[in-house]
């Protein structure tokens, strides 16, 4: 698969190999893409709707992953000159291709979106924490004009290491334009993630900029998704670790105080905490849970709670998002004020565009038979439980 996602010839790109695009078609993108046009996107997006979802996280799949050789060689004057030449063509097809998703996307919906899709000189901007160039910011501004005209919210995809700290300034400068327009309301979202060390410190950083500057941090939470190209020292020691970490920043996210895991940064003098909006993108069962705990506590108390919504990739963990939908449904019946929210991350584009994508979902599923060993169980125990009450009504 990995040779199809990164192919340099025609033979395996499944954009120009009908046999091949027509099973990748049917496998692998069915189960995790939205669709290749405005008309099967929207098919797609009314689904889930009518399943119960709140909305939807659509992206436009279209990216650039670099292996470690070629990350470690941005930055070479040939290069360079070589990403100038088609830059602008590039940055043309990202700006039309984000555009279209915002389009796509309804009132409440959020829109993600990768800088790498806009080509190689942004990647080397990236690497070297440079602005964006004249024309990539122009495009980048004109995206989030009319997202916000929309209500659309926008989530700045965390990428590779080798460009995420270029991702981080260009996500805080867009955040403190645009996220001050509304009290309390973000439009512009940084993405973290939780299995690399560094995040607390990153995030405790994030925190004082945007109390400082008086604009509503936006979070997207998640695990991390480029372990197969991070250096492996950057990334935590255990899996336990990263749970520890994540579950950490929910806790302090959603309490708006520091905590162990998410120390104040030293600039900061007390528990300080700016408004934050926040997007938990977990998989993790037992981290959705306690988050929920959390937030029905707080509801008890009648403390005042952060704008939160729940995230799950289309085509995996639906036992996770079902018991959110059923949480949803129990709550609303109760008329209580703390109705999850549950959204399903899904993105779209052609299938040589969503490889990249689909090759990471892939090695997210390694642990598939374990995953699926759980899910079995949980649908075993719901049909016993619905036996049961038939019987109980004999």
């Not at 939205?34 to 009518?50: N, S």
């Not at 080509?119 to 901007?125: E, K, P, R, V």
Request: overall charge positive.
């Amino acid at each position: 698969m990995a040779k199809v996602a990164n192919a340099q010839s025609g033979l395996l790109n499944t954009d120009s190999n009908p046999v091949l695009r027509w099973l990748v078609k049917r496998s692998l993108y069915k189960q995790f893409c939205a669709g290749e046009t405005p008309k099967e996107v929207r098919a797609t997006m009314d689904q889930l709707r009518q399943m119960g979802y709140k909305g939807v996280i659509l992206g436009y799949a279209k990216e650039i992953v670099l292996d470690k050789s070629a990350a470690s060689g941005l930055g070479r004057q040939e290069e360079m000159l070589e990403a100038s030449e088609r830059s602008i063509e590039e940055i043309e097809s990202w700006r039309k291709g984000t555009l279209d998703t915002v389009k796509l996307a309804a009132e409440g919906d959020y829109v993600a979106l990768k800088f790498t899709g806009a080509g190689m000189q942004t990647i080397q901007l990236l690497k070297k924490s440079l602005p964006p160039s004249p024309s990539l910011e122009r495009a980048i501004n004109e995206i989030c004009e009319l997202a916000t005209t929309r209500n659309v919210r926008l989530l700045f995809d965390a990428e590779q290491q080798a460009v995420q700290p270029g991702i981080d300034d260009w996500t805080l400068e867009y955040m403190r334009r645009y996220n001050n327009r509304q009290p309390g309301k973000a439009v512009v979202y940084g993405t973290y993630q939780a299995y690399l060390k560094v995040t607390p410190k990153v995030l405790a950083e994030h925190l004082s900029f945007a109390r400082r500057e008086g604009f509503t941090l936006g979070v997207k939470l998640v695990r991390g998704a480029y372990l197969a190209t991070d250096p492996r020292y950057l990334i935590s020691d255990t899996k336990e670790d990263t749970d520890r970490q994540y579950d950490g920043i929910v806790a302090s996210l959603i309490e708006q105080k520091y905590n162990a895991v998410l120390t104040p940064n030293e600039t900061e003098n007390g528990n300080h905490f700016p408004p934050v909006n926040v997007v938990l993108a977990s998989h993790n069962q037992a981290s959705i849970r306690r988050a929920q705990e959390i937030r029905r506590a707080q509801s008890d108390r009648g403390v005042k709670k952060i704008d939160l919504v729940y995230a799950q990739l289309m085509g995996m963990a639906d036992e996770v998002s079902c018991e959110l939908l059923q949480a949803g449904r129990v709550e609303v019946e109760k008329k209580a004020s703390d109705i999850p929210k549950a959204y399903k991350y899904l993105v779209w584009g052609t299938t040589g565009e969503c490889m990249k994508y689909l090759l990471r979902r892939a090695e997210e599923n390694r642990d598939a038979v374990a995953r699926t060993r759980h899910g079995r169980d949980a649908l075993a125990k719901e049909l016993w439980r619905r036996l049961r009450n038939i019987v109980s009504l004999l």
